[in-house]
């Protein structure tokens, strides 16, 4: 991990690299570390990393392990298809609303039509990392479009988890295409204001994604 420069928010910024390298497998689950060696690899005192390592740990991404110290916890099957099945319930109805919105909201629209545009640039060679933004951008905008604040809040705590086995399923199980398929499905529908059909295929997708993301990892648990 690349030295971070010293700034007021470098609590933030340690938190930002330390959530980045659990999501992208850098730090993998099971692995262990410590205020003294995350200080040292990234560059800073220890304070900013304890705050850090403490937030993770408050949002079940780390397990104390030892003295002072941290490990990875492993992602769980059966909790990431339950995130899944809460997430299936908000995004149909953030869809929903966003399909009613869409032809008073412009620059909402703009967001969406956007975050299409960038989804259909992916090919077998987009990096994983980029896979994975490109997916949180995309529903973030039907988020926004909805003009619902609250939807958004409360998703968001749920994203990093939901992030984490997206990288893992997809390093191991190429998706890509389906998934985006499907986004194009919701789009389609939210773009010509069919509330219904928009639902459906939001929450039909969350659902489907969850079941197939613990299959996935319950097979890959047994592998290892």
Same mark, same amino acid.
């Given at each position: ?9 470098? /609590? ?13 497998? /850098? ?6 570390? /410590? ?85 259909? /640039? ?103």
């Amino acid at each position: 991990m690349i030295p971070l420069t010293p700034a007021p928010n470098l /609590t933030d910024q340690v938190y930002a690299r330390l959530l980045e390298a659990i999501i992208d497998r /850098t730090l993998l689950p099971g692995q262990r570390v /410590t205020q003294n060696e995350l200080a040292d690899r990234l560059g800073v005192s220890r304070q900013p990393v304890s705050h850090a390592l403490h937030l993770l740990h408050r949002q079940g991404l780390l397990a104390e392990s030892g003295r002072r110290g941290f490990e990875v916890t492993q992602l769980d099957p059966e909790r990431i298809r339950q995130l899944y099945e809460v997430r299936g319930a908000i995004d149909g109805l953030a869809a929903r609303i966003a399909a009613k919105r869409v032809k008073t909201d412009t620059a909402g629209r703009a967001q969406l039509e956007a975050a299409l545009r960038a989804g259909r /640039t992916i090919d077998r060679t987009t990096p994983l990392a980029r896979l994975v933004a490109l997916d949180v951008d995309f529903h973030g905008a039907i988020y926004r479009l909805a003009g619902n604040p609250v939807i958004e809040e409360t998703i968001a705590p749920q994203w990093p988890h939901m992030r984490r086995s997206m990288a893992a399923v997809l390093a191991e199980l190429d998706y890509r295409q389906s998934a985006w398929s499907e986004h194009e499905a919701i789009a389609s529908h939210i773009l010509s204001g069919n509330a219904k059909a928009a639902a459906t295929a939001a929450e039909a997708h969350a659902q489907d994604a969850g079941q197939m993301t613990e299959e996935r990892l319950r097979a890959m648990s047994e592998a290892a």
